[in-house]
């Protein structure tokens, strides 16, 4: 089992930056695939960048150049780094880990991102 808790979510303005964690427990963490997903409202829910164990990370294309993930295996934890944000970044984003060992994939409850002058 993994438990992943997210923080970092708020209201800011367009232009402006957040940095999300992710905190996790329960399992070797550098063992895990983790990422980042959203979903804004009534829309579904989308992967935002993924960070292999092997440290490999790939982007949505919307995010490319403006947002940085990255994990720290020593602190079992998960960032975003937003930068230059956009009011279609709006969303709830999700931190996720996959234990491709075990064929299990784990999700936080979300925090909720609002790009609004």
Known sequence: ?????ESGGGLVQPGGSLRLSCAA???MFSALN???YRQAPGRQRDLVAVITSGGRINYQNSVEG???ASRDNAKNTLYLQMNSLKPEDTAVYYCNAE????GMNYWGKGTLVTVSS
């Open 25 to 27: 427990s329960g399992s």
């Open 34 to 36: 983790v990422g980042w």
């Open 1 to 5: 089992q993994v438990q992943l808790v």
């Open 66 to 68: 403006r947002f940085t």
């Open 99 to 102: 234990d491709i060992l075990v």
